[in-house]
């Protein structure tokens, strides 16, 4: 249905492959249409695709709120897990519970973690993105990107922001709420403005890399039919490796190290640990640098990945 | 169904082996895809034990004096991967069809055949795959009891009662899952979609994966008598892993009183979710066309 080669195949024309598409030509055919020119046509379009994904979004705005607030249940164990793994240290070694450290981390910093782990995850999780483009690819509904001047990945990208923002809009109230009530976790307080702009930045970097990841990942979808499986097993992955399920730096010594190399960690883990001023603020400029670096080189993959999946691509029917 | 036919009684046990079959070859027929569903699973529970043994690295037990050590804390574990994988290969595809048997008006049909719907709907589809938990808890088992037994500091081996009592506790804990998901899949009949009835599903067992003790401090007593005694999913777990992991003789009364409680849990759950699946069934309005 998908990969078959329709170039190859010399017989006649049948109606349904007067629409099928050499991609490759087409989509560099419609970049060149006269009305696709100009900032203000560009902007126009960003605003339509933005009004039109924020309306949809807040028509359940109801559901939203009760669905975040029933998001933060499952750290409610989590919190109690952890008070009682504290609580058997300081039974055993003797001291304040306030004052047992597991790898610089004490028990209101885990509670903190976790619930700044929620915001991360806010930012850079993107349910359905990658299904939806395999979705689309299996489906063949990915050809309208292809003959209509809009570029896919850019669209999607909008959608998700105008997603994201409408999610936000509804989600402070349930985020508010459950930060004041734990207000006591964040011993420090707030941080000194300098790390709340580099947490600002990681988030919104984090925002970007989940979505060029898992776009990335989406785009599987041209080579294999079915990736369901496959997107499971990264969804799992990701969940540990991001430090969502625990901070990082609990992991064993050398498996930490390699851990740190990899991108996961900036979905959850890294604007955490930059909140909570587990790292040095010295460090920061240098290892936002390194996250802007996983940014472009996912943009890159992302593109490549579209472009060549594409042009294997061929689509059939109205 | 009022309408069943005396004189015409279904071979219960027959028609499921038939769903069974029929489901094992449908998983069979996409392999690949079976053998990778097996291979997530598995990672899940990788990904489980890893974060666990690093939490051991750091303490020697999950709360003070609660006795749930390294090994007894993964027969837990193990108890609690037997069960989910249970839920998860009999009834969880068949909750999920369920609100799309309503969505589609497809609950006409079933309510058409001469047999209990409920037995129709609960045991049409089983998830072979799913079962590979079952395997992976059963090493997490075998290695944490061979721990359990080989370790110089109070070493223990369970009694053959106290196993005999596991296995029909871990029933009774799948029961209670059972009847819960049966309970929330039937409120789909008056709402129509659930999408938030999963999430619900899913945060609410999220609280049997621990034991119990660590809820019962603070502002977690309200919790703790909640899910022990409104929707009893502490027991689920709990119950059959406290019988397998401690030693029966020297028990308390509290700890008896909770089996007890846990039998009548299950026949109650048992109970209302049929009242509750009925009652959902006289509310049904099919989707026409």
Redesign the interface.
Known sequence: MLSNSWHTDPGPPSPWSRVALSSAASNSEITEQPHNKGLRWKLSLWRAILSTALGERLVYRGDFALGTLMRFLPIVTQIFLWYAVFDSIEAANGGNIEDIEIRGFRFPDIVAYYLLTMVARAFSSMPSLASGIATEIRNGEIKRYLIQPIDLIGFLLLTRIAHKLAYYAVAILPFALVFFLCRHYFVAGWPPWPVLVAFTVSLVLGFLIGFFLEAAIGMIGFWFLEVSSLLFVFMLFNFFLSGHMFPLTMLPDNIATLVNLLPFKYLAYFPAAVFLGKIPEEDLPMELAIEACWLIFFIVVCRIAYARGVKRYSGYGG | MKTKPESHRPNYWEVFLTFARNSLVRDMTFRT?FV??C??SI??TL?NV??YL??F??????????GWDRDKFFLFIATTWFINSLVQAFFMPNAEEFSELIRTGGLDFALLKPIDTQFLVSFRRIDWSALSNFLAGFVIAIVALHSLANRPVDPMTPTVLSLLLYIVFIGCGVAIMYSLMICLSATSIWLGRNQ?LY??WF?IT??S???M???N?GW?KP?YGFFTFVVPVLLVVNVPARLLAKPISPQTWDERLLVCWAVVATFLSVRVSRWVFKRALLSYRSASS
Not at chain 2, 57 to 66: E, L, N, P
């Open positions: 895809n990778l569903q291979i997530s990672g899940w990904m890893g974060f690093i939490i690295q750091y303490t020697q037990t999950i709360g003070a004096d609660s938030t999430n619900f945060y999220n609280f994966r621990y034991p003790e660590i809820y401090h977690g919790l």
